[in-house]
């Protein structure tokens, strides 16, 4: 019985060390199983996330293929447009010179009329200020002759008068200067002679209008009718006594009416008052 009892333990304490080596190596076993299936599923995990990312950055490209292909087309488009853009402002700008030219060219063309015309004012205005200087040449000269000729003109025997008086101031300043004596005077149409000094006047006829009158001078028992004459006039005429000139000059010409002065020399004065002193 105790040879059985050995025999069983020992069998089974033989039994109990392969069944721990067993349990070892399949418990390994398991472990490599579990890790390689781990591994697996992290790998076809992983396979796949790249594949997900494979197909989307298949479908990015595809995306960014068309945003290129529409963006080609659009620089395409654009470059089109600036092209015919660049083609319009070409145009633009030849038409814009062509007309710039013409413009130019017609201002010049206005500009050279102009010039000339004023060219053609100013000899005209040059020829004319040349007239108007011999034209004032000629009227300074007029004017020198005529004031000569009224303050010593010629009456109407041609001989050189005195002084011309026009008005009563003048007739005074001629008094003062005593060259001759100065009898004033006034007729009236229609009446009879009026004495002055020596001899007698009678006027026959006037004409305001025209500053002319006719009047008759009465001296030495004789008429000397002084016809259609003029204001400022020296009327001349010689007295039969002492053969001196005399002069009649009218200053105002009225309706019907003269107003002037006689004028006889001194020398008469002094010859009529040397009798009286012998």
Request: positive net charge; proline residues 2%; hydrophobic residues 35%.
């Amino acid at each position: 019985m105790s040879e059985l009892d050995s025999s069983m333990k020992k069998t089974s304490g033989e039994g109990s060390s392969g069944g721990s080596g067993l349990g070892l190596w399949l418990g390994i076993g398991g472990a490599y199983i579990l890790l390689s299936a781990f591994v697996m599923f992290s790998m076809y995990g992983r396979i796949q996330a790249l594949e997900t990312g494979l197909a989307t950055s298949d479908e990015q490209q595809a995306r960014l293929a068309q945003r290129l292909d529409a963006s080609e087309s659009s620089v395409a488009g654009v470059n089109e447009k600036l092209g015919t853009a660049q083609q319009g402002i070409e145009t633009r700008s030849a038409q814009l010179q062509r007309q710039h030219r013409a413009s130019l060219n017609r201002l010049v063309k206005e500009q050279k009329a102009q010039m000339e015309a004023v060219t053609g004012e100013v000899e005209g205005v040059k020829s004319e200020v040349g007239t108007v200087k011999t034209d004032v040449e000629t009227t300074r000269t007029d004017l020198a002759a005529t004031k000569d000729k009224l303050e010593r003109t010629i009456g109407d025997l041609g001989m050189q008068s005195g002084l011309i008086a026009r008005t009563r101031e003048d007739l005074d300043a001629l008094r003062r200067k005593g060259e001759r004596n100065y009898y004033e005077f006034t007729l009236l149409k229609g009446k009879g002679p009026v004495p002055v000094s020596t001899i007698s006047l009678a006027l026959k006829k006037v004409d305001p209008e025209k500053s002319k009158f006719t009047l008759n001078v009465l001296a030495d028992d004789r008429t000397i009718e002084k016809k259609d004459r003029t204001m400022y006039e020296p009327m001349q005429f010689y007295t039969a006594k002492d053969r001196q000139l005399y002069e009649v000059v009218v200053f105002t010409a009225e309706k019907n009416k003269v107003t002037g002065y006689l004028s006889t020399p001194k020398e008469k004065i002094v010859a009529q008052a040397q009798p009286e002193t012998k």
